[in-house]
């Protein structure tokens, strides 16, 4: 079976400072690693993908890698900040692509 | 705002109800879904339409009943709901292959918030 997780399950961290959002997969036979970002009640932004060639990729104050071999995948957040207080979920892409396993989602609460 | 919209926002049913939930995307995507989130479980896959044909049905009851009459439209019909049926449920899109979008990356709507009572 495949299987997306995510440890920690909820993390607070001060402003200001870096957060690591681990990501691990069972099958190493991924097409792609999306990373999505989750406010309550709401739908999901998608952050971050990561094709299974690529290594990792940047927005801004993201970074998203991936290790195929080793079944992980890593979101860093630098200087966070409260409005990045949310629920960060990981997806992977199977063979298909277009069918997507989640992990259980990593809630993130920044202190001002 | 991703373009995907998704109406109603919120529905409470009754167990022998029937009632629809409609998606629409605006980013001239090919492939659209339904996915069911319920408390403390991950999201969950439920359909998959590819080009208006469904590819994927993943062990979902036949109370639910998707319907898409074109690439920009998807429906989730639903009757004889049980109450653990109540979830936020999901729709996206993604561009199959090709097109200026990275391939196959997902835009989700805001949900629907379902109350089976």
């Known amino acids: 079976k495949q299987e997306v997780t995510q440890i920690p399950a909820a993390l607070s961290v001060p402003e200001g400072e870096n957060l690591v959002l681990n990501c691990s997969f069972t099958?190493?036979?991924?097409?792609?690693l999306q990373w999505f970002r989750q406010d309550p009640g709401k739908g999901l932004t998608s952050l971050l993908l990561?094709?299974?060639?690529?290594r990792e990729q940047t927005s801004g104050r993201l970074n998203a890698s991936l290790d195929k071999s080793s079944g992980r995948s890593t979101l860093y957040i630098a200087a966070s900040q409260p409005g990045d207080s949310a629920t960060y979920l990981c997806a992977r892409g199977g063979a298909a692509g277009n069918k997507l396993t989640f992990g259980g989602g990593t809630r993130v609460l920044v202190k001002p | 705002e991703t373009g995907v919209t998704q109406t109603p926002r919120h529905l409470v049913m009754g167990m022998t109800n029937k009632k629809s939930l409609k998606c629409e995307q605006h980013?001239?995507?090919?492939?659209m879904y339904w996915y069911k989130q319920s408390a403390k479980k991950p999201l969950e896959l439920m359909f998959v339409?590819?080009?208006?044909?469904?590819?994927e049905n993943n062990s979902v009851p036949s109370r639910f009943s998707p319907e898409c009459p074109n690439s920009s439209h998807l429906f989730l019909h639903l009757h004889t709901l049980q109450p653990e049926d109540s979830a936020l449920y999901l729709c996206?899109?993604?561009?199959?292959?090709?097109?200026?979008?990275?391939?196959?990356?997902?835009?989700f709507g805001p949900g629907t918030r379902l109350t089976v009572t």
């Open positions: 980013l001239g995507h090919n492939a």
């Open positions: 990561i094709q299974s060639s690529q």
């Open positions: 099958d190493s036979a991924i097409y792609n």
């Open positions: 996206a899109s993604s561009q199959e292959s090709g097109g200026g979008a990275a391939p196959y990356e997902q835009y």
């Open positions: 339409y590819s080009l208006e044909e469904r590819v």
